[in-house]
């Protein structure tokens, strides 16, 4: 079907195919599903296939990971290739280091305002000024999107935001690479901003490595995006070390990137400790069904989430056993995007069992799925029984062409 469908639960067709039908209602009759996850055989494993793989990364990048208790050491080098991309003008050697430490209280001036700071910085990195910035910074929101600031001008920026009363600030889309340890060491003291717009800016390891201090101290931080970034499982560490520490971030998007099973684990771990996160989207990442699982039984006694987004990653059936135990024991769940989950037939008893239970569960994406013709038994039984409203999201499933009319 090429037009979404969406379902309100009390509204669906009752089901005709007699046979169909009594073959769902033995299924009810069966026993519970049984988990075939363990999450203690996920962390035996991934210990024992780690060391091997830790020492192929460590002879591969000298880059190392930096975390909370490292922040002082921070290194100055950017590297030549992200400065270079950002501005095909200029070169460097290997033997040519290149060092952005900034003191201004070395210019022969008094009190340096904040515009004084910016282009003052500008100099001593020599970078043209965004006028843009420069224009704007007196604003409360700044969005500036596009802008090519590049490494280095995410460099010049850092050095005066903090003398700025800007709440709302969005710098998707510049290229800021590792230029975004700066605006995080920076923002981490930051207590005006509450909105941060980070998004689509590659920061990758040099980039994004210090994400997770900049959660861990800041307080003024409620919506944070950080989605298509390459973020690996190396930089989602020190993030979720850093979602243990905060209680004031109450969205987080870390969609697009490339979160593996365990970087999954170490988020699941985070939110079973923080009690603020109320949005949470892990969408578009590389998270397989092991991942899930763990994922799932480590948030099903999360006490904040209500809207939580998971889709395109695969939870097949271990991965989607796990989410039907976290659907029917979790009370504060209002809306999960299960979108493009691979998620099989053979959950669908149990995931409209759990629906059952928990009423306060009003939106559901089922999209792009692995289900046919009996998914659509139990989800019509189902809806004959519900009397709790439901938007149920079913657009693309492998229907029978008799239902798909019916949907129509």
Not at 40 to 46: G, K, S, V, Y
Not at 344 to 369: H, M, R, V, W
């Amino acid at each position: 079907m090429s037009e979404e469908v969406v379902i309100e639960a009390n509204n669906l067709p009752p089901p005709e195919n007699e046979a169909l039908q009594k073959k769902v209602e033995e299924k009810e009759d069966s026993n519970e599903q049984k988990s075939l996850w363990n999450i203690d055989q996920f962390i035996q494993q991934e210990i024992e296939d780690g060391n091997n793989r830790k020492e192929n990364e460590n002879e591969n990048t000298n880059d190392k990971v930096i975390g909370i208790d490292d922040v002082e050491n921070v290194t100055e080098d950017i590297s030549y290739e992200a400065i270079a991309f950002a501005d095909p003008d200029m070169n460097f050697s290997d033997d040519e280091p290149l060092s952005l430490n900034i003191d201004v209280s070395d210019v022969p001036t008094c009190e340096l305002n904040k515009l004084d700071v910016y282009k003052t910085a500008c100099e001593i990195i020599d970078v043209i000024p965004v006028s843009y910035y420069a224009d704007n910074m007196n604003n409360e929101e700044l969005i500036m999107r596009n802008h090519g600031l590049g490494p280095k001008g995410a460099k010049a920026i850092s050095e005066s935001l903090n003398k700025t009363q800007i709440k709302v600030l969005d710098l998707s889309r510049n290229w800021i690479d590792a230029g975004g340890k700066y605006l995080a060491k920076t923002i981490a003291d930051n207590c005006y901003i509450t909105e941060l717009n980070l998004s689509d800016n590659h920061l990758g390891i040099k980039g994004g490595e210090l994400m997770g201090y900049m959660i861990a101290q800041n307080v003024s931080l409620k919506i944070l995006n950080l989605s298509k970034n390459n973020l690996s499982n190396r930089e989602i560490k020190a993030i979720a070390e850093g979602l243990k520490e905060n209680n004031t971030l109450v969205s987080l998007d870390l969609s697009y990137n490339k979160i593996g099973d365990i970087g999954a684990l170490q988020l699941g771990r985070a939110l079973m400790v923080n009690d603020s996160i109320k949005v949470f989207n892990i969408g578009w990442n590389e998270i397989r069904m092991k991942g899930m699982a763990a994922f799932f039984q480590c948030i099903k006694s999360n006490q904040s989430i209500t809207d939580l987004s998971v889709n395109n990653n695969g939870a097949a059936d271990t991965g989607g056993a796990e989410i039907v135990k976290y659907i029917d024991i979790n009370r504060v769940i209002t809306r999960i995007n299960l979108c493009s989950c691979r998620l099989p037939d053979s959950i669908c008893q149990s995931l409209f069992k759990a629906l059952e239970q928990n009423t306060g569960l009003t939106e559901i994406n089922l999209d792009y799925n692995c289900f046919t013709d009996e998914c659509f038994q139990y989800l019509s039984n189902f809806c004959q029984k519900t009397t709790v409203p439901r938007i149920i999201h079913i657009e693309n499933i492998k229907f029978s062409e008799d239902i798909n009319k019916k949907l129509e």
